[in-house]
């Protein structure tokens, strides 16, 4: 019912840009805060970045100052921009959403950085 699809992930060299979406199904998106998590081969799940329902937004240091997560309510959609790419960045990039009674997942999407 409660449905994430993320896109936009693809292939880049580095220093190069990408831009993630996430479209959610949820109704009242406006109200939920989100945010964009990685994986990569090997590692835990770990949090990028994230906006509450009121626009704050919180970046993990690995990306602050290159990533922006935004968010248009219009679109139930919540974006985040990966500029000056590295190849410690390449990882599926997952969004989630924090339920009133769990969090939900979208299936990832995979984001790869090299040369």
């Known amino acids: 019912q409660v449905q994430l699809v993320e896109s936009g992930g693809g292939l880049v060299q580095p220093g190069g840009s990408l831009r993630l979406s996430c479209a959610a199904s949820?109704?009242?998106?406006?109200?939920?805060?989100m945010g964009w998590y990685r994986q990569a081969p090997g590692k835990q799940r770990e949090l990028v970045a994230s906006?509450?329902?009121?626009?704050?937004?919180h970046y993990e240091d690995f990306v602050r100052g290159r990533f922006t997560i935004s968010r248009d309510n219009a679109k139930n959609t919540v974006y985040l921009q990966m500029n000056s790419l590295k190849p410690e960045d390449t990882a599926v990039y997952y969004c989630?959403?924090?339920?009133?009674?769990?969090?939900?997942w979208g299936q990832g999407t995979q984001v790869t950085v090299s040369s």
């Open positions: 989630k959403c924090s339920g009133f009674l769990q969090d939900y």
């Open positions: 949820i109704t009242i998106f406006s109200i939920y805060s």
């Open positions: 906006i509450t329902s009121g626009g704050i937004s």
